[in-house]
């Protein structure tokens, strides 16, 4: 499509238009927007490309769509759909129209953050579930959706509606947790979701006052011990759901909500945490990081307050500090079993914004910010000072790395320095003038790299040539920088079809959106996409032979677009034989499995005829006296038709109409010849389409044996994958030396340009506490990735020495003390955590609110795990020279020892 450049840059400028609050953005289907940027050629790609570009068509959310019509679950921005201002989105609904009854998808913008403006585009609202529990009509509950940025006034307006609440009625609001009791929400009618942390899901029970004033009494035991949801600070104040000021005063608790129980006596540090909508990642880090004993103890003895950085214009005015100061100690106390992690998501929420939703998040990017947030709100440098970097000039590492080292605790002094940070060294060399390029630069964690998948495993239907065969589901494992040709090659040795009858396309909404070439690149295609992969009966450049794709579509309204429906496919036919009849005979053969012919003397066949005659011209019809007498079994090849009286023709045979149709299945395109006549085109290949009524679809077309396939187990047998390999190997991987990509190009001082230079780290000096992240999510424009690789970590014994370059540096053995685990895929998985209790020494499983010993700690080393928590056994900082932390790195010691012993009695 012609587009003026600038047209195209508007477009692209709109496109990519900063978030304003309030706006309105749309959502559209990623693959129809691809291929769209390709139509008008967005990108400016070479247009000496001879490959065809079509028309997108009408914009089809349908694959982001549900069978309700609302938006599915879990969708990926850039992965399944791209967000489009108004503007744009106007100029698609003019330009190429949307498919009927699909109503635009628009999202509004929001400001999530607290302190400071943080703009989102809320793509899934909340939904929450509306109670009223003294109802005497026991009407039941009802769901509504609301904003993140609706406020309890909005929801309380919300139950007067459903349930006809007089404004003038005092009413209280509960929130209903998930074993079933009721907690009242004392909160300020101006405080919104998102203040009060409440996600999709919510249940909130509403109660009106009795005549007098006074309020029904609930049994004590559907009531929590605590009435407070969340404690906001005073500024929160203001007027209330019916409370007075020394009601909500004597309800409310800062930081702890009881145990549902109301009990205490349970092990100290073995507390659960409720997950709050998609936080279990939070959970495991929280885990993780309640017991290190040395950190766990500066919360517990309140050395803490000594240290608070309210000042800081990096911290967070020392508020995330006291957040995970009151949740440690609520943790810690013995007084539950389990407890709502609330207020600390709040704040969480304030100073970084990106946490406050309900979206499943990296729990290695959590800790990241918890550590760098505690750091900044406890550090102990006032005033920061102004250092001026210096270039090591070849003087000795030992002092470039001491003065590197000084200068970082000059502004950064705090209990996460001490324990936590080490300091890497970093060697960049120039590949055009040799400049050696040395620095040193702190770490908090090692981000230890695993090995790239070499293989990709695609998944595959193969529709044979043989129509009575159900279509064969493979997973097959091809090089992942391998092209189509190789997946091709895969198949047909697994399938014993010659490789040069097979085409391999992705399907989508019943359409094909791209036939790939030999030559294209495996690596393109997402876990996301459908792959179906045609045998022809020739060979794909056999110039004999037209190849042809069919669509099904349906007439839904007289008037109204037809729709594909079931999977396309294509058929292969001579051009010598090539007649509109033998397209008819070819289609329905190869839909045998799945079609029957409709009874000649059906009704429905007025149907077909209107359907026809919506497609063909008076003048081109049939005289309605040429075949009057002949029996409709015969093999009559005159072109179907309608008579003037509406009576049906002798001819029609089929219960579908064959029109010749663009690759989108949006329009038709030119007419056919009659049907005794030969097709002639100038392509090999071409589209048609099917088209339908349904009333006719429902009888002669069977949609459930349509859609069935069959599993071919085994299909990536052979192939090479390595099941587990060893921390060890992370390590040598971190240190090994690396070629910079063009994007990552270094800029060489001496040569005055960026160069793809070399970079290799080294471990320069660690830290007490050594945390350690196995890379395992890989993302690149094309899909998400994760490496499930079983990485076989230590329990206790780690020597760190040999991935320590300094001189003379310390013997450093550490031990494992937590770890934080990743199960099942991106978007769906779920974070639970192992840890050590400083108390008793033994390991525990944490998996939101459910704490369970550990039979044995071998179940610790799992292909789960993600972030490694180690403790080095000799420390050098003083944090760990205190009671009940000593016994713990002592004890790994002695067990370290025993199991050496008993070893040397074998």
């Not at 766990?296 to 307050?305: H, I, P, S």
């Not at 605790?409 to 003038?433: A, E, M, Q, Y």
């Not at 397209?583 to 009704?603: A, I, T």
């Amino acid at each position: 499509m012609a587009m003026t450049r600038s047209k195209i840059a508007d477009i692209k400028q709109q496109l990519n238009k900063p978030l304003v609050k309030g706006e309105k953005w749309y959502l559209v289907d990623r693959k129809w927007f691809d291929q769209w940027k390709k139509y008008v050629n967005l990108d400016g790609q070479d247009e000496s490309d001879t490959q065809e570009i079509y028309n997108p068509g009408p914009l089809d959310n349908s694959s982001i769509l549900g069978k309700s019509g609302n938006l599915k679950p879990k969708l990926s921005e850039k992965e399944d759909y791209e967000v489009v201002p108004e503007s744009v989105w106007n100029y698609f609904n003019q330009t190429f129209g949307r498919m009927p009854k699909q109503e635009p998808i628009s999202r509004q913008v929001i400001d999530v953050g607290k302190d400071k403006e943080w703009l989102q585009l809320e793509i899934y609202p909340i939904d929450v579930e509306l109670e009223h529990i003294n109802n005497k009509n026991k009407q039941l509950p009802v769901t509504r959706e609301f904003s993140r940025n609706s406020t309890l006034a909005d929801v309380l307006n919300g139950f007067r509606l459903i349930y006809t609440i007089k404004t003038t009625t005092p009413v209280k609001i509960f929130e209903k947790e998930s074993n079933g009791k009721l907690r009242e929400i004392t909160e300020s009618q101006s405080s919104t979701l998102n203040d009060l942390c409440l996600s999709s899901g919510t249940k909130l029970s509403i109660q009106t006052a009795n005549p007098d004033g006074s309020f029904p009494r609930i049994d004590a035991r559907l009531t929590s011990s605590s009435n407070s949801v969340i404690a906001l600070p005073s500024s929160h104040a203001e007027k209330t759901t019916g409370l007075t000021t020394s009601q909500m005063a004597s309800s409310r608790t800062y930081g702890i909500n009881a145990d549902a129980s109301g009990s205490k006596g349970y092990q100290p540090g073995l507390c659960g945490l409720s997950n709050l909508g998609n936080t279990c990642f939070m959970n495991s880090i929280l885990q993780s990081l309640s017991n290190i004993p040395p950190l766990t103890l500066y919360f517990l003895e309140k050395r803490y307050l000594e240290e608070i950085n309210e000042d800081n214009p990096l911290g967070n005015h020392g508020e995330i500090a006291r957040a995970y100061a009151d949740l440690i100690r609520t943790i810690w106390s013995g007084q539950h079993s389990s407890y709502s992690p609330r207020q600390f998501k709040i704040q969480v929420g304030r100073f970084a914004p990106q946490f406050s939703n309900y979206l499943q998040h990296d729990s290695q990017e959590l800790l990241t910010f918890l550590l760098d947030g505690l750091h900044e709100d406890l550090n102990r440098i006032k005033e920061k000072p102004y250092i001026e970097l210096k270039d090591s000039d070849d003087r000795d590492d030992e002092i470039v790395a001491q003065e590197a080292w000084e200068n970082y605790r000059k502004r950064n002094d705090s209990i996460i320095v001490d324990l936590f940070h080490g300091l890497l060294k970093s060697t960049v060399i120039c590949p055009k003038c040799s400049k050696v390029s040395v620095t040193f630069d702190p770490f908090c964690t090692l981000s230890l790299p695993l090995p790239a998948k070499k293989e990709k495993t695609v998944e595959v239907y193969l529709v044979k040539e043989d129509p009575s065969q159900r279509p064969m589901r493979h997973r097959f494992a091809v090089p992942k920088a391998g092209n189509v040709r190789d997946l091709l090659e895969v198949v047909s040795k697994q399938n014993g079809v010659p490789v040069n009858e097979l085409v391999v396309t992705e399907v989508c909404n019943s359409k094909f959106i791209k036939v790939y070439g030999p030559e294209d690149s495996i690596f393109s295609m997402t876990d996301r996409d459908t792959i179906y992969v045609y045998q022809l009966p020739c060979k794909i450049d056999d110039p004999s032979y037209y190849k042809i794709c069919v669509y099904n579509r349906e007439k839904k309204s007289t008037y109204g677009l037809l729709s594909p429906f079931g999977l396309p496919f294509i058929m292969g036919i001579k051009k010598s034989e090539a007649t509109v009849n033998r397209l008819y005979e070819g289609v329905v053969k190869k839909m045998q499995r799945y079609f029957k012919n409709l009874d000649p003397k059906d009704k429905l066949w007025e149907d077909m005829v209107l359907l026809e005659s919506s497609y063909i011209k008076k003048e081109e019809l049939i005289d309605e006296s040429e075949n009057i007498n002949e029996p409709m079994e015969t093999e009559d090849t005159s072109q179907p038709g309608s008579s003037q009286n509406g009576e049906v023709e002798e001819a029609v045979k089929y219960p579908f109409c064959i029109n010749r149709i663009n690759s989108i299945a949006s329009a038709v395109i030119g007419p056919l010849p009659d049907n005794d006549k030969l097709i002639d085109f100038n392509e090999d290949s071409f589209y048609i389409s099917c088209d339908w009524t349904p009333s006719i679809r429902n009888i002669c077309y069977d949609a459930e044996e349509a859609e069935k396939t069959v599993d071919v187990p085994n299909s990536t047998k052979g192939a090479i994958k390595r099941s587990s390999m060893y921390l060890k190997e992370c390590l040598e991987l971190y240190t090994t030396v690396e070629k910079l990509g063009a994007d990552d190009a270094w800029y060489c001082p001496q040569c005055k340009e960026h160069q793809q230079a070399t970079k290799k780290f080294d471990i320069w000096s660690l830290p007490d506490v050594l945390v350690i992240q196995l890379k395992r999510f890989s993302y690149n424009r094309y899909s998400r990735d994760k490496l499930d690789i079983f990485v076989e970590f230590p329990l206790r014994d780690l020597e760190m020495n040999p991935y320590v370059v300094q001189k003379g540096y310390r013997q450093s053995i550490y031990d494992l003390v937590c770890v934080s685990n990743h199960y099942g895929g991106l978007g769906s998985g779920h974070y639970t955590a192992y840890a050590k209790n400083k108390d008793d020494k033994r390991w525990y499983s944490f998996d939101d609110s459910s704490v369970s010993p550990v039979s044995s700690e071998d179940q610790v080393i799992t292909k789960a795990g993600y972030v490694l928590f180690y403790v080095r056994r000799d420390p050098d900082s003083s944090h760990f020279n205190r009671p009940g932390i000593t016994d713990v790195v002592s004890s790994s010691k002695i067990e370290s020892e025993d199991e050496e012993n008993s070893m040397d009695q074998c």
